[in-house]
T-cell receptor
Framework: NAGVTQTPKFQVLKTGQSMTLQCAQD?????MSWYRQDPGMGLRLIHY???????DQGEVPNGYNVSRSTTEDFPLRLLSAAPSQTSVYFC??????????FGNGTRLTVT | SQKIEQNSEALNIQEGKTATLTCNYT??????LQWYRQDPGRGPVFLLL???NEKEKRKERLKVTFDTTLKQSLFHITASQPADSATYLC???WGSGNTPLVFGKGTRLSVIA
């Protein structure tokens, strides 16, 4: 089972560039979410989705967009990258009351 | 908004001892509390879930308690081993299945041989 797959694993961007972090899950989970993790800050929720066509903001949504056109995919878009978005990004999914399943993260550096 | 505090950023213990990690939360009580382990460079991995009507849950060398009066969960690792060294995260779950999980900042445990 693949579980939650994130691509790319590493990315370097220049300030102002845009990119999309990909997240796919093969467990038919309705709920998907994006977190960023910074030293000393823990995991902070960016956006989440409770099903295809439904998204909502988390704790730190500014500078990020999401959409959910299928159950399997939940991409995270950075429209104009800033150095403050340098972080490790984790995608996670869950079905019903099950625990979260996490991907192995995308390490993003913005110079 | 909910505030989740884990007792310390880092905890060092000697191999063979019991490690005890604390998770405190504010405001209304969650229906569940989840604990995860995170190794460097990897995503968190689920370990244990305890329900509000359970006082204690065990899995091998792991034990979790849940005190809704104190608004606290304790996570114990008995007979600790260097392989238990990792960051441990707690996440209260308000139980709808669609409610986002908010995590504590985690406690980095180092088990010294």
């Amino acid at each position: 089972n693949a579980g939650v797959t994130q691509t790319p694993k590493f990315q370097v961007l220049k300030t102002g560039q845009s990119m999309t972090l990909q997240c796919a899950q093969d467990m038919n989970h309705e709920y998907m979410s994006w977190y960023r993790q910074d030293p000393g800050m823990g995991l902070r929720l960016i956006h989440y989705s409770v099903g295809a066509g439904i998204t909502d903001q988390g704790e730190v949504p500014n500078g990020y967009n999401v959409s959910r056109s299928t159950t399997e995919d939940f991409p995270l878009r950075l429209l104009s990258a800033a150095p403050s978005q340098t972080s490790v990004y984790f995608c996670a999914s869950r079905g019903g009351h099950s625990p979260l399943h996490f991907g192995n993260g995308t390490r993003l550096t913005v110079t | 908004s909910q505030k989740i505090e884990q007792n310390s950023e880092a905890l060092n213990i000697q191999e063979g001892k019991t490690a005890t990690l604390t998770c405190n939360y504010t405001n209304y009580s969650p229906a569940y509390l989840q604990w995860y382990r995170q190794d460097p460079g990897r995503g968190p991995v689920f370990l244990l879930l305890i329900r509000e009507n359970e006082k204690e849950k065990r899995k091998e060398r792991l034990k979790v308690t849940f005190d809704t009066t104190l608004k606290q969960s304790l996570f114990h690792i008995t007979a600790s081993q260097p392989a238990d060294s990792a960051t441990y995260l707690c996440a209260p779950d308000w139980g709808s299945g669609n409610t986002p999980l908010v995590f504590g900042k985690g406690t980095r445990l180092s088990v010294i041989a």
